[in-house]
């Protein structure tokens, strides 16, 4: 399978990275999480509509014309991606992170919001008022859907939200969100999903998942920086302040005598103000349909690298994986680790200048997941996989990490420790 995704979707791949010892080899990027290599076809895309992109929706001439057009059909894609109802909207948006803050803006007045304490930031920090429950990360998928119910239950009567991340971007361990989306519904609460993590993994669904709100990043589906999306029901945000002021999101714009008087679009354009990001948005949607195409050869893909990572990590001496849930879960091939006697961003710092490999370190925009879970330290190493990674690369960090553990934390090269730049 491996060699099918690489023929099916390829992607664009930094290829040899210096070494501290004078020579290069061939880069093992283990950091898919973070951010995902650009597909081939994403790069081809976009160096098409390149010569043509020019304002959406204002101008008449037939860039313009053309540029409308790729803007309003990537709604289309994404909508399709992500499995939307009619009552769905797409709205465009710089990244996962701006499109839940953009959701907390749009909630009705006094919107009872309940979440898990784990979350990456982005889904934890936005919501506020006196309303939002922070539950502390239950150990089994049962307890966190029982631990939803229990919080729904003491909710003030009013609009509610379960704000739900759908794969860790810590522990690559999937949480069960259409349950969690049952229980929401039956307490008379919507359901947004943190998708930045699942949608590069799995296909994901609104109607399938009965979930009312889905939010996406590009940089993580295999598109450059810049694109990402907020894709569900669309009653809130109708009503919802424009999230951003500016042009493009007013029908029209009076001069009153005491200021001026605004009427605001009502479709997504009413939080899309300013000149959009047109390459950006179509560079995402020709990622998703590129996904949605593989999927059975990306999870095959994934599955088995993971397999081979978990297997590996296992022998390595004194390593202890991270992990959310006692019971077993679908997982993304995200894996972080803590290694006894090595400091993290040693560790890394050691794989990506000896060895060419590129992981993460730290608390991954997840504090209080991860020193819940690593122990003292609170940071840990993260290795994530994805269309860019073989074999070899898998290979080439449990070698590295057992010969490290062998020789002991020394860095050899004269330095005591830090980060090694090229
Ligand atoms: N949620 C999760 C689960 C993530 O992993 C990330 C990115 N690390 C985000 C949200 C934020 O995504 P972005 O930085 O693209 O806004």
């Given at each position: 399978t491996e060699i099918r995704v690489r023929q099916d979707i390829p992607a664009v791949l930094g290829t040899r990275v210096p070494l501290v010892t004078g020579g290069e080899t061939g880069y093992a990027n283990l950091d898919h999480a973070a951010s995902a290599p650009c597909l081939a076809a994403v790069r081809d895309a976009v160096d098409a509509f390149l010569p043509w992109y020019a304002s959406a929706?204002?101008?008449?001439?037939f860039a313009s014309q053309v540029s409308t057009r790729v803007y309003e059909r990537a709604r289309e894609v994404l909508r399709k991606f992500a499995g939307a109802r009619d009552r769905d909207t797409v709205i465009f948006t710089r990244n996962t992170t701006d499109a839940l803050n953009l959701l907390a803006r749009a909630l009705p007045r006094h919107t009872s919001v309940v979440l898990f304490d784990t979350e990456h930031h982005a889904a934890l920090l936005p919501w506020r008022g006196p309303n939002v429950v922070r539950i502390?990360?239950?150990?089994t998928r049962l307890a966190a859907v029982a631990a939803v119910e229990r919080a729904l239950a003491g909710c003030p009567a009013g609009p509610r939200l379960v704000v739900l991340t759908g794969a860790s971007n810590v522990t690559g361990e999937t949480l069960p969100v259409a349950e969690i989306a049952a229980v929401a519904r039956r307490h008379g609460a919507r359901t947004a999903l943190?998708?930045?993590?699942?949608a590069p993994h799995r296909p994901i669904s609104l109607t399938g998942l009965d979930v009312d709100y889905v939010v996406l990043s590009g940089h993580k589906l295999y598109a450059p920086f810049g694109a990402g999306a907020l894709i569900g029901r669309a009653d809130w945000l109708r009503a919802a302040t424009p999230y951003l002021a500016g042009g493009?999101?007013?029908?029209a714009v009076t001069r009153h005598e005491t200021g001026v008087g605004v009427t605001w679009h009502?479709?997504?354009?009413r939080h899309e103000a300013g000149s959009p990001n047109i390459v950006g948005v179509h560079a995402l949607a020709v990622a998703c349909e590129q996904l949605g195409a593989h999927w059975d050869a990306l999870e095959a893909h994934e599955h088995a690298l993971l397999e081979r990572l978990r297997a590996g990590l296992a022998a390595v001496p004194g390593l202890a994986e991270l992990r959310l849930f006692d019971d077993e879960s679908d997982r993304t091939g995200t894996v972080s680790f803590t290694l006894d006697g090595f400091e993290p961003g040693w560790l890394s710092a050691v794989l990506s200048a000896e060895y060419g490999i590129g992981v993460r370190d730290g608390a991954f925009c997840a504090h209080i997941a991860t020193r819940r879970l690593a122990g003292q330290g609170a940071q840990a190493v993260r290795v994530s996989l994805g269309l860019g990674t073989t074999e070899e690369h898998i290979d080439r960090l449990v070698l590295a990490l057992r010969q490290i553990v062998a020789r002991?934390?020394?860095?050899?090269?004269?330095?005591?420790a830090g980060r090694w730049a090229p």
């Amino acid at each position: 399978t491996e060699i099918r995704v690489r023929q099916d979707i390829p992607a664009v791949l930094g290829t040899r990275v210096p070494l501290v010892t004078g020579g290069e080899t061939g880069y093992a990027n283990l950091d898919h999480a973070a951010s995902a290599p650009c597909l081939a076809a994403v790069r081809d895309a976009v160096d098409a509509f390149l010569p043509w992109y020019a304002s959406a929706h204002r101008g008449a001439g037939f860039a313009s014309q053309v540029s409308t057009r790729v803007y309003e059909r990537a709604r289309e894609v994404l909508r399709k991606f992500a499995g939307a109802r009619d009552r769905d909207t797409v709205i465009f948006t710089r990244n996962t992170t701006d499109a839940l803050n953009l959701l907390a803006r749009a909630l009705p007045r006094h919107t009872s919001v309940v979440l898990f304490d784990t979350e990456h930031h982005a889904a934890l920090l936005p919501w506020r008022g006196p309303n939002v429950v922070r539950i502390p990360a239950p150990r089994t998928r049962l307890a966190a859907v029982a631990a939803v119910e229990r919080a729904l239950a003491g909710c003030p009567a009013g609009p509610r939200l379960v704000v739900l991340t759908g794969a860790s971007n810590v522990t690559g361990e999937t949480l069960p969100v259409a349950e969690i989306a049952a229980v929401a519904r039956r307490h008379g609460a919507r359901t947004a999903l943190d998708a930045a993590q699942l949608a590069p993994h799995r296909p994901i669904s609104l109607t399938g998942l009965d979930v009312d709100y889905v939010v996406l990043s590009g940089h993580k589906l295999y598109a450059p920086f810049g694109a990402g999306a907020l894709i569900g029901r669309a009653d809130w945000l109708r009503a919802a302040t424009p999230y951003l002021a500016g042009g493009g999101a007013t029908k029209a714009v009076t001069r009153h005598e005491t200021g001026v008087g605004v009427t605001w679009h009502t479709g997504p354009e009413r939080h899309e103000a300013g000149s959009p990001n047109i390459v950006g948005v179509h560079a995402l949607a020709v990622a998703c349909e590129q996904l949605g195409a593989h999927w059975d050869a990306l999870e095959a893909h994934e599955h088995a690298l993971l397999e081979r990572l978990r297997a590996g990590l296992a022998a390595v001496p004194g390593l202890a994986e991270l992990r959310l849930f006692d019971d077993e879960s679908d997982r993304t091939g995200t894996v972080s680790f803590t290694l006894d006697g090595f400091e993290p961003g040693w560790l890394s710092a050691v794989l990506s200048a000896e060895y060419g490999i590129g992981v993460r370190d730290g608390a991954f925009c997840a504090h209080i997941a991860t020193r819940r879970l690593a122990g003292q330290g609170a940071q840990a190493v993260r290795v994530s996989l994805g269309l860019g990674t073989t074999e070899e690369h898998i290979d080439r960090l449990v070698l590295a990490l057992r010969q490290i553990v062998a020789r002991g934390a020394r860095w050899t090269y004269g330095r005591p420790a830090g980060r090694w730049a090229p």
